[in-house]
């Protein structure tokens, strides 16, 4: 029984019905209690065996505990010698009135009570609204992430610190801003189709991110990272699933976009790493290992996005992502398609990493040397003359066209760059073999 | 077989970093643990004891004191207890050693003394 418990959805369950109940100003709150149920599992379980229903059995020790606390909080404000305390205290009283009020109207509500018994875990419209509320535009873009990932995904503060290389302290201070935030500009729960079309960018953005967080091999934990791509995709899968209820038919489109471009890189990540741990490029790896079953959804929600004129850089994404995972070998890949894709993203997201990407598309359509002609073309940007992967690939282009001595050059200049273990394997080899083939 | 109790103390912060992942994978080494004590046929009881009550009572000259606690700021407090069977301390120890109490908290490990004939 609890073998089949997910913790942290368990937490994110509690966390958003009880904010749907005492109102966003309560998140804290609602954190609190659940965090505390948690503790009570944890001191008393092992005596006493879980309960028969142990989500239910959390979620209604959540909800005691969060009237508790607010009557605790009631106490405390009825103390304090403020001059509007007056204002204050009466605000607290009717809370709680209130929150006992919603909690009684959720027990009498038969469907309400037969989601809190967990006969249905998730009750997915509450996820869905505490997912817009941490993807809220007003916060800065990392408060969104570090909000999601704590009340949606049930992440811990450590485990948030780990994914983003991030000091704990730091997550913490993130966070409580973010609620102050929300607190303060008295942001409502409930989700009006306003919202939606307001918010949703923003939500595809931070699920994109949380993904590329994931499936980048940087040096962060690996199992939290893993576990970060799954969340991204399911949480998608759910905003797919709500569809016309919360989206207009671009947004939907959009989000189908998203699904398909996560879908489709992920089903590459078995085939990502060969032996001793080094990174395989696109041409060295082994298609038998990609994941047909995620090429196959990545393409169903591909043909979902198309419905609808919405065209967003997530369809063009996945649009090429497509390309490389249809190919048989990487010989069979339709270049020129990519460089036609990648000419439309350069337009819409005109970033150094996509002039970067086609500039190797553009040198798998007319060769090397007009690939290694827009990656200088490129290379005085800032960013990119820090980035590895622009000395690599100007490397692996020079390689191409003969020029060993540069390309070794290119190689040494990209293992001075900032990388993850595995790619500053996969650089010394690259070097190793630049020496080794000079004629 | 003689019998120990193994006296849980933690103090109100052993619980502030954990998070959803790490209570479930606690709970589920606490399951494992119990299941396989059971099984061997030495787990003989266990009990959780209610946080932030309490009294201490001391007999102060004639009259009895009685005191709100053991609960002090920072301070461990026993906040519950199992009965185990064990051939030996060494034996007792073992077992505690296996008890996922130890990822937040210390155990106390003391013999249960029998009145022999």
């Known amino acids: ?439 | 077989m003689p019998k120990y109790t193994l006296m849980l103390r933690e103090n109100g912060t052993a619980f502030a970093g954990l998070s959803p992942a790490d209570f479930q994978a606690i709970i589920q080494r606490y399951g494992a643990w119990r299941d396989e004590l059971q099984r061997a046929g030495r787990f003989a009881g266990g009990h959780k004891l209610r946080d932030g009550d309490g009294r201490v009572m001391r007999r102060n000259s004639s009259k009895v004191v009685v005191t709100d606690g053991p609960f002090t700021e920072g301070k461990e407090v026993i906040g519950g207890l199992f009965v185990i069977e064990a051939a030996s301390y060494d034996e007792a120890v073992q077992i505690a050693n296996g008890c996922p109490h130890l990822d937040y908290g210390s155990i106390e490990v003391r013999e249960i003394e029998v009145t022999r004939p």
């Open chain 1, 1 to 439: 029984m609890i073998d089949d418990l997910n913790f942290p959805r368990v937490f994110a369950h509690i966390v958003a019905t009880l904010t749907r109940i005492l109102g966003p100003r309560h998140l804290s709150l609602a954190e609190e209690a659940a965090q505390d149920a948690l503790v009570k599992a944890l001191q008393l379980w092992p005596h006493q065996g879980a309960p028969a229903n142990p989500s239910a059995w959390l979620i209604q020790v959540a909800k005691n505990r969060a009237l508790d606390l607010l009557r605790r909080d009631q106490r405390l404000v009825e103390l304090e010698p403020m001059h509007d305390r007056d204002g204050a205290a009466v605000a607290q009283t009717q809370a709680v009135a209130a929150g006992g009020a919603r909690f009684a109207a959720a027990d009498a509500d038969p469907s309400a009570d037969a989601r809190l018994r967990g006969e249905t875990p998730l009750p997915d419209d509450d996820q869905l609204a505490m997912m817009f509320l941490a993807c809220h535009p007003m916060l800065p873009r990392e408060a969104r992430v570090a909000l999601t990932l704590k009340t949606v995904c049930g992440f811990g503060v450590g485990e948030i610190a780990r994914a983003f290389l991030a000091r704990e302290e730091a997550i913490s201070q993130r966070l409580v801003r973010a609620k102050r935030q929300l607190r303060d500009a008295d942001v409502r729960f409930e989700l009006t189709a306003a919202d939606c079309a307001e918010r949703l960018d923003s939500v595809l953005d931070v699920l994109y991110l949380l993904f590329n967080e994931g499936y980048t091999a940087h040096a962060g934990d690996q199992l939290v990272r893993s576990e970060l791509c799954r969340e991204a995709i399911r949480l998608g899968d759910l905003l797919a699933a709500a569809g016309a209820r919360l989206c207009t038919i671009g947004g939907a489109a959009a989000v189908h976009a998203l699904l398909a471009l996560m879908h489709l890189q992920a089903a590459r990540l078995p085939a990502r790493v060969g032996d001793g741990d080094v990174l395989l490029r696109l041409a060295e790896q082994d298609r038998s290992l990609w994941d047909q079953a995620s090429i196959a959804r990545g393409l169903q929600h591909l043909d979902a996005a198309a419905s609808g004129d919405t065209l967003t850089v997530y369809h063009l994404e996945a649009g090429i992502a497509a390309c490389h995972a249809v190919a048989p070998r990487y010989d069979d890949t339709d270049w020129p398609r990519i460089a036609d894709l990648y000419d439309s993203l350069i337009v819409m997201k005109p970033t150094p990493i996509v002039a970067l990407n086609r500039a190797i598309a553009l040198s798998r359509v007319h060769g090397p040397g007009a690939g290694l002609a827009a990656v200088e073309a490129i290379a005085g940007d800032a960013v990119l003359a820090r980035y590895y992967l622009l000395h690599a690939t100007m490397g692996e282009l020079a390689l191409e066209t003969g020029a060993r001595d540069r390309a070794a050059d290119c190689f040494r200049a990209a293992l001075e760059c900032e990388c993850s273990e595995p790619e500053h394997r996969f650089l010394e080899r690259r070097l190793r073999e630049a020496r080794s083939t000079r004629s």
